[in-house]
Each structure stands twice: as structure tokens, then as C-alpha cells.
């Protein structure tokens, strides 16, 4: 069960029930029948609005064949990394100085940005003017060194490069 656990801890629950309920041929009803949770709870895991409780974990197993405790673990997982993401966020509160347009491809106002400090300091490095690149430096409180790890691409280098030597 560890290998399984590793390769998909992190994961609601409620997707690997999904998956699981497909693979054996079954619907939600049928799930909720056989183990007498409620529809509606058994519906609200699965889309991932609920949590799964140690006693309907148990009962899950059961019903799908697996070994005891398997979704109370994978549910343990799934909370601790919710927590970890929820510490990140809070980690980092504001939002540095720079243009939203370089993070077009998302909402900036929900930006975790202590989650995604590695892919922020690399779209700043790749986009972003030099002012912009000294906000991500201070609003990280990364040195130089540290900042030379997030190696931009080839084309920003020379471009870098360029305009420090002219």
C-alpha cells in the first residue's frame, strides 16, 4: 500500500473514489447503498467539497476491496498538504510591487505566492524589467547568489548581458 500511497498522496480522496467507482463498474448510489453514507455526502466527496471521516473511509474500503485505512491515509495526506499550501500562503502576505500583465495567465489577486515562489521568481526573471526583478528580490529576501539559481533563459541572458556591457 505504500508505493500506492506515495504515488498518489496529496490527492482528495474523492478522485481516487471516482476513479475506483468507474474501474468496478459502479455509481454513486450504489456506493451510497452498500455503505449506507448518505447520496448527497458520498456525491459532496467526490467533487471534493467534503472530507472523508475516519468511519466512512473504513467503510469505502470495505466495499471497493482495498486494505483498511487506505483512504483515511490518503485523506490524512490530502489535509497535510493543505496545510502546508495554507502556511505558504501566509508566508508571503501582499503582493510584490510589479506589472500584473506578466502573470496574464492567471488571477494575480490569487496568486499563492509563497506556493509558487519558484515559477514567480522565474516569470519575473524572464519578463520582468530590472526594477521588477529587485522587488522579487526583496519581496523574497533572496541575496544575489540566490537569485542567480533561477537561471532564465538563454534569449533574457544575452539580453541581460547585453544591456550591462553598453
Do not use: C
Not at 5 to 34: M, Y
Not at 44 to 59: F, H, M, S, V, Y
Not at 107 to 121: E, L, P, R
Amino acid at each position: 500500500m505504500d508505493s500506492r500511497i506515495d504515488i498518489i498522496k496529496g490527492i482528495h480522496p474523492g478522485k481516487f473514489i471516482e476513479r475506483e467507482l468507474r474501474k468496478e463498474n459502479l455509481t454513486q448510489r450504489s456506493l451510497a447503498e452498500r455503505t449506507g453514507i448518505p447520496y448527497q455526502t458520498i456525491n459532496a466527496i467526490i467533487a471534493g467539497r467534503r472530507n472523508l471521516t475516519t468511519e466512512q473511509a473504513i467503510k469505502i474500503d470495505s466495499v471497493l476491496n482495498l486494505e483498511e485505512g487506505f483512504f483515511a491515509i490518503l485523506q490524512a495526506y490530502y489535509d497535510i498538504k493543505q496545510y502546508r499550501e495554507k502556511e505558504l500562503a501566509n508566508l508571503y502576505t501582499g503582493s510584490p510591487r510589479i506589472r500584473r500583465i506578466l502573470f496574464w495567465d492567471t488571477d494575480f489577486d490569487k496568486i499563492n505566492w509563497g506556493k509558487y515562489k519558484d515559477a514567480v521568481i522565474k516569470r519575473v526573471l524572464e519578463r520582468g524589467s530590472k526594477e521588477e526583478i529587485n522587488e522579487i528580490q526583496n519581496f523574497y529576501n533572496l541575496s544575489t547568489s540566490q537569485l542567480k539559481l533561477y537561471k532564465p533563459g538563454k534569449i533574457r541572458q544575452y539580453r541581460l548581458n547585453q544591456k550591462t556591457n553598453g
